[in-house]
């Protein structure tokens, strides 16, 4: 007599054929997001949750003992057509926080604001929700003294001196992603200043995906890879981005950013930051003013191409925390200016048409000049990056005496969510005492207990008002540096879940972006679309992307539309008459060379040339990297030379320019089953290594400068570089690198993309 089964068993039994079924005469290709098409237009008609893909399954339904409940799958998984609150109250609005009218603050009363921030807060432990995989280095900020006149803040006086850690990061990735992705970067700075800490928390790009902080688990769970596959990692090119950006289109302006070549900095060190926000500044008087915090790097601002993008990603997923590290420790300290965009405090929170409370719109530097107001100079790598890089906790809401907050509502959602999250990650709410974070300013909080607490505080009455202690602590007022924020006035009003009428519009400022980039940035945004949106598997979704572009741009919408195999829709607004802003684009300008890693090949022969080479390029501030066929040492017999890379080793991502002092002949590992860069007939059929051909192709096709002198030039010919090509030069060893110096500066040969600049 046969054993009768688990009813649960067989259930998951018949559910596995079902499976197997539905895959055998399911989708052609793998990776549909969900059971059924998307379509092209938001769904309105209330509707219960969709079912499961064909290929998937949960957990059979077990209670926390071990015993099997028999309960159906859906039953554990959400339910219903409507949106809840946790408790099952059904909402009318989440894209809008309560506000006290329209434009007015947002209100501590709501309620599912605090829920949907703080459960989005607690996702994950410990590692960060977003900006988990980061870089950080110490540093210190000098004022100008330029700022005098619209705030007081004590470290923008002249010459004041006030040590910083600044924190680079990725936005969606995990700890363990790749540093060259695709994706918004971190650029998080903490001032230790004798006034407390203050925290200035941006991003390298000026606009936000969303304008209420509402919706910011939304659109970092679209980000995020799918929850049922846990892919594609660290990248937004994928269904579910695509999906909840092209219907929610404030998210427009920051997309289109991302899809330029701004995506893909080539370094922290060569890459811009922004306080996005708009923040109230206080002078000595009380008078206010309105700015936008921007920080200049020296080196200019700077990309990957895209292609140099997916290469490091395999050859160094490090590569910008390596870089910022070696520039460091090789003493090119990387420097920026902190500048401000000024504006009149008029209370509409306008300025020349732009609302300054709208986080996904910008004020081109030609209507409001960025004013500089001091120098930041990162001058030392971290010593644990644990204790340092991965506890430094940053908030929005860690403010001086000089600098307040306005209305934003992005803004105001951050300094809930920024708190909350460091008592989630870093285990309870006395972060604020871990070595990375702690205040340069004496304090007495009266704050007492909970997990971690470090300080070993004195009396009895942690309490206000209070004699048992003397009295102590006591208030301090305007004229003993007290923060006390700026008494603005509240609007009269009903209290609503809206957004003021100026955030209705989503398209002129892409406009103005589209139309600001050379020739060749378009190019490169038309190709970061066409990548991304390739990789979407539902048809509609890119549909209504392409709507999207339309509004931006017909050129732009056409050329992804053909990548796309799409037909191209027409405009659904009328386009935006916007002048361009020159200041958006990052080509055309001449910009320092600090920090430049050269690479120089060479096989041995006429080493005074290379010694003499790399002294040079020492003594200019950049970095040479001498690449050989082996490691070691070259020319023992006298003043030897290190190598510092092999033909194994070295790649064209590593380098901004190659300079070629020989034609090195293939060495001994120079075929495929111990290198795969060898292509075996190229090694027998020319005389040169092949690995050195495609070092220098690659640094061709991506735009970088090349030197040769000697035997080098047969290296140009074989690999069949153009004569004269722009940004190549040969002849004398040190008119060679001036070449290439002076080529550096505007950071690649832009010539070669095709378009003309």
Same mark, same amino acid.
């Not at 940004?727 to 110096?741: C, D, F, I, K, Q």
């Given at each position: 007599?046969?054993?009768?089964?688990?009813?649960?068993?067989?259930?998951?039994?018949?559910?596995?054929?079902?499976?197997?079924?539905?895959?055998?005469?399911?989708?052609?290709?793998?990776?549909?997001?969900?059971?059924?098409?998307?379509?092209?237009?938001?769904?309105?008609?209330?509707?219960?949750?969709?079912?499961?893909?064909?290929?998937?399954?949960?957990?059979?339904?077990?209670?926390?003992?071990?015993?099997?409940?028999?309960?159906?799958?859906?039953?554990?998984?959400?339910?219903?057509?409507?949106?809840?609150?946790?408790?099952?109250?059904?909402?009318?609005?989440?894209?809008?926080?309560?506000?006290?009218?329209?434009?007015?603050?947002?209100?501590?009363?709501?309620?599912?604001?605090?829920?949907?921030?703080?459960?989005?807060?607690?996702?994950?432990?410990?590692?960060?929700?977003?900006?988990?995989?980061?870089?950080?280095?110490?540093?210190?900020?000098?004022?100008?003294?330029?700022?005098?006149?619209?705030?007081?803040?004590?470290?923008?006086?002249?010459?004041?001196?006030?040590?910083?850690?600044?924190?680079?990061?990725?936005?969606?990735?995990?700890?363990?992603?790749?540093?060259?992705?695709?994706?918004?970067?971190?650029?998080?700075?903490?001032?230790?200043?004798?006034?407390?800490?203050?925290?200035?928390?941006?991003?390298?790009?000026?606009?936000?995906?969303?304008?209420?902080?509402?919706?910011?688990?939304?659109?970092?769970?679209?980000?995020?890879?799918?929850?049922?596959?846990?892919?594609?990692?660290?990248?937004?090119?994928?269904?579910?981005?695509?999906?909840?950006?092209?219907?929610?289109?404030?998210?427009?302006?920051?997309?289109?950013?991302?899809?330029?070549?701004?995506?893909?900095?080539?370094?922290?060190?060569?890459?811009?930051?922004?306080?996005?926000?708009?923040?109230?500044?206080?002078?000595?008087?009380?008078?206010?003013?309105?700015?936008?915090?921007?920080?200049?790097?020296?080196?200019?601002?700077?990309?990957?191409?895209?292609?140099?993008?997916?290469?490091?990603?395999?050859?160094?997923?490090?590569?910008?925390?390596?870089?910022?590290?070696?520039?460091?420790?090789?003493?090119?300290?990387?420097?920026?200016?902190?500048?401000?965009?000024?504006?009149?405090?008029?209370?509409?929170?306008?300025?020349?048409?732009?609302?300054?409370?709208?986080?996904?719109?910008?004020?081109?530097?030609?209507?409001?000049?960025?004013?500089?107001?001091?120098?930041?100079?990162?001058?030392?790598?971290?010593?644990?990056?644990?204790?340092?890089?991965?506890?430094?906790?940053?908030?929005?809401?860690?403010?001086?005496?000089?600098?307040?907050?306005?209305?934003?509502?992005?803004?105001?959602?951050?300094?809930?969510?920024?708190?909350?999250?460091?008592?989630?990650?870093?285990?309870?709410?006395?972060?604020?005492?871990?070595?990375?974070?702690?205040?340069?300013?004496?304090?007495?909080?009266?704050?007492?207990?909970?997990?971690?607490?470090?300080?070993?505080?004195?009396?009895?009455?942690?309490?206000?008002?209070?004699?048992?202690?003397?009295?102590?602590?006591?208030?301090?007022?305007?004229?003993?540096?007290?923060?006390?924020?700026?008494?603005?006035?509240?609007?009269?009003?009903?209290?609503?879940?809206?957004?003021?009428?100026?955030?209705?519009?989503?398209?002129?400022?892409?406009?103005?972006?589209?139309?600001?980039?050379?020739?060749?940035?378009?190019?490169?945004?038309?190709?970061?679309?066409?990548?991304?949106?390739?990789?979407?598997?539902?048809?509609?979704?890119?549909?209504?992307?392409?709507?999207?572009?339309?509004?931006?741009?017909?050129?732009?919408?056409?050329?992804?539309?053909?990548?796309?195999?799409?037909?191209?829709?027409?405009?659904?607004?009328?386009?935006?008459?916007?002048?361009?802003?020159?200041?958006?684009?990052?080509?055309?300008?001449?910009?320092?060379?600090?920090?430049?890693?050269?690479?120089?090949?060479?096989?041995?022969?006429?080493?005074?040339?290379?010694?003499? !080479?790399?002294?040079?390029?020492?003594?200019?501030?950049?970095?040479?990297?001498?690449?050989?066929?082996?490691?070691?040492?070259?020319?023992?017999?006298?003043?030897?030379?290190?190598?510092?890379?092999?033909?194994?080793?070295?790649?064209?991502?590593?380098?901004?320019? !190659?300079?070629?002092?020989?034609?090195?002949?293939?060495?001994?590992?120079?075929?495929?089953?111990?290198?795969?860069?060898?292509?075996?007939?190229?090694?027998?059929?020319?005389?040169?290594?092949?690995?050195?051909?495609?070092?220098?192709?690659?640094?061709?096709?991506?735009?970088?400068?090349?030197?040769?002198?000697?035997?080098?030039?047969?290296?140009?010919?074989?690999?069949?570089?153009?004569?004269?090509?722009?940004? !190549?030069?040969?002849?004398?060893?040190?008119?060679?690198?001036?070449?290439?110096?002076?080529?550096?500066?505007?950071?690649?040969?832009?010539?070669?993309?095709?378009?003309?600049?």
């Amino acid at each position: 007599m046969s054993e009768k089964k688990n009813p649960v068993t067989a259930a998951a039994e018949k559910a596995v054929e079902k499976v197997q079924k539905a895959m055998r005469t399911g989708n052609e290709i793998p990776g549909a997001p969900g059971p059924e098409a998307v379509p092209v237009a938001e769904p309105t008609e209330p509707r219960e949750p969709l079912p499961p893909k064909p290929d998937q399954r949960g957990p059979d339904t077990y209670s926390p003992t071990g015993q099997a409940t028999g309960v159906p799958q859906d039953r554990v998984a959400q339910d219903g057509a409507y949106l809840t609150t946790a408790q099952g109250a059904r909402l009318y609005d989440t894209d809008h926080s309560l506000k006290a009218g329209a434009r007015g603050p947002v209100l501590l009363q709501d309620h599912h604001l605090r829920e949907k921030i703080t459960h989005f807060d607690h996702e994950r432990i410990p590692e960060r929700v977003v900006h988990a995989r980061g870089a950080a280095a110490h540093g210190v900020f000098r004022g100008y003294g330029s700022a005098a006149g619209i705030t007081k803040a004590g470290f923008l006086a002249e010459g004041v001196e006030t040590p910083v850690y600044v924190r680079f990061s990725t936005v969606l990735g995990s700890r363990g992603s790749a540093d060259t992705v695709r994706d918004t970067r971190g650029f998080a700075t903490k001032f230790y200043t004798q006034e407390g800490v203050f925290d200035l928390v941006g991003n390298n790009i000026p606009v936000f995906f969303i304008q209420d902080a509402i919706k910011f688990p939304d659109i970092i769970h679209a980000g995020k890879p799918h929850p049922d596959r846990e892919i594609p990692q660290a990248q937004s090119a994928h269904d579910t981005f695509w999906d909840f950006v092209t219907l929610h289109t404030e998210a427009t302006h920051h997309t289109l950013w991302n899809m330029s070549d701004r995506g893909i900095p080539r370094s922290y060190r060569m890459m811009e930051g922004f306080g996005v926000h708009t923040f109230r500044l206080v002078n000595a008087e009380g008078a206010t003013t309105l700015v936008k915090f921007h920080w200049k790097p020296r080196l200019g601002v700077h990309s990957l191409v895209w292609e140099e993008a997916q290469l490091t990603g395999g050859v160094d997923p490090d590569f910008h925390r390596r870089d910022l590290a070696d520039a460091i420790e090789a003493g090119a300290y990387p420097e920026w200016e902190l500048g401000v965009q000024t504006f009149p405090d008029t209370g509409d929170h306008m300025f020349e048409g732009i609302d300054l409370l709208d986080p996904t719109k910008i004020v081109p530097e030609e209507l409001a000049p960025v004013r500089p107001i001091g120098l930041m100079t990162l001058d030392a790598n971290p010593s644990n990056y644990f204790a340092e890089t991965e506890q430094v906790a940053f908030h929005p809401g860690h403010l001086v005496p000089g600098i307040d907050v306005t209305d934003d509502p992005l803004l105001h959602g951050r300094l809930f969510s920024y708190l909350d999250t460091q008592i989630s990650r870093l285990g309870g709410p006395n972060f604020a005492q871990l070595p990375i974070n702690r205040t340069h300013a004496p304090v007495n909080d009266m704050l007492r207990d909970g997990m971690h607490q470090t300080a070993v505080h004195r009396g009895v009455a942690p309490y206000r008002p209070n004699s048992a202690d003397g009295g102590c602590p006591f208030l301090a007022g305007a004229d003993t540096g007290a923060y006390i924020e700026v008494p603005a006035e509240v609007p009269a009003s009903r209290k609503v879940r809206e957004a003021p009428a100026t955030f209705d519009d989503h398209f002129s400022q892409p406009r103005l972006f589209w139309l600001s980039m050379t020739p060749v940035e378009r190019e490169h945004t038309i190709a970061a679309y066409t990548f991304e949106l390739g990789k979407c598997w539902e048809t509609g979704i890119k549909e209504r992307a392409l709507r999207v572009l339309a509004n931006i741009d017909p050129e732009l919408c056409s050329r992804v539309a053909t990548g796309l195999g799409l037909p191209a829709p027409e405009a659904t607004v009328p386009l935006a008459d916007v002048a361009p802003s020159p200041a958006l684009s990052q080509v055309g300008q001449e910009w320092p060379t600090d920090g430049r890693v050269i690479g120089i090949v060479t096989d041995g022969a006429d080493l005074d040339a290379v010694r003499t !080479v790399r002294g040079e390029i020492l003594d200019a501030g950049m970095v040479p990297l001498v690449i050989a066929p082996a490691g070691g040492k070259l020319g023992l017999d006298g003043d030897p030379v290190t190598v510092q890379r092999t033909f194994t080793t070295a790649r064209s991502v590593e380098f901004d320019a !190659v300079l070629l002092a020989a034609a090195p002949a293939p060495a001994p590992d120079a075929y495929g089953a111990r290198d795969a860069k060898v292509d075996d007939t190229a090694a027998v059929a020319t005389a040169i290594d092949p690995r050195v051909l495609l070092l220098v192709s690659e640094a061709f096709r991506h735009g970088k400068a090349i030197g040769a002198w000697g035997n080098g030039p047969a290296v140009l010919e074989a690999a069949g570089l153009p004569a004269g090509a722009a940004g !190549v030069a040969t002849g004398e060893p040190a008119a060679v690198l001036r070449t290439v110096s002076q080529a550096l500066g505007a950071h690649r040969a832009w010539e070669r993309f095709g378009p003309a600049v």
